[in-house]
């Protein structure tokens, strides 16, 4: 246990820990298929206290600090900044990668339960906020966006609908 080593020696183990942790949740993520990831199940499905997203604009603020957050975009990845095409395929696959990412960050956040295991409790505690505020962000953007993006997948629907029905 780290709770009997030296203070920079626990937080260097907890450090690489922390990475290696990290590493291999990505590793994890970019390699299961993406079925895994489908909107429709559980982890993904909308919450009646989100309000169709209305929680994330309206009690967090999130128009104002989203786009301060970095991003990452993987090879042939999505960009926050901009939609690149209105078809379903496209709004289907960006909407199963604001899964993907979801997924990645709430099991980083897991984590925490392995500071709390290793560590005393006010080095668990002091890591484990910075394990949170480095990974709920993004968990609550990808949330927010996938909102956003149905919302507009619905659209485009209706839309094809009634040119159809013309």
């Known amino acids: ?4 080593e030296p203070f920079f ?3 260097i183990i907890n450090i690489l820990l922390g990475c290696l942790w990290h590493l291999i949740t990505f590793i994890i993520c970019v390699t299961v298929p993406t079925d895994f990831f489908a ?3 559980k982890m993904y499905c909308p919450r009646k206290w989100e ?3 209305k929680f994330y604009s309206g009690v967090l603020k999130i128009n104002k600090w989203k786009d301060a ?9 999505f960009s926050k900044d901009h939609i690149d095409s209105l078809s379903v395929e496209y709004l289907d696959e960006f909407i199963m990668e604001t899964c993907r990412a979801e997924w990645n960050h709430a099991v980083n956040c897991m984590f925490t339960l392995v500071l709390f ?4 409790i006010v080095m668990a505690s002091v890591l484990s906020i910075i394990v949170y505020l480095c990974n709920l962000p993004f968990a609550i953007i990808q949330r927010y966006n996938r909102f956003r993006l149905e919302k507009l ?3 485009v629907l209706k839309k094809e609908k009634n040119r159809k029905s013309e």
Do not use: C, E, S
């Open 69 to 77: 957050v970095p991003q990452y975009i993987g090879k042939d990845g």
């Open 39 to 41: 909107p429709d199940k």
């Open 51 to 53: 309000r169709g997203g």
């Open 153 to 155: 997948k619905q659209a």
């Open 9 to 11: 020696n626990a937080l």
């Open 117 to 120: 295991i290793l560590n005393d």
């Open 1 to 4: 246990m780290l709770r009997y």
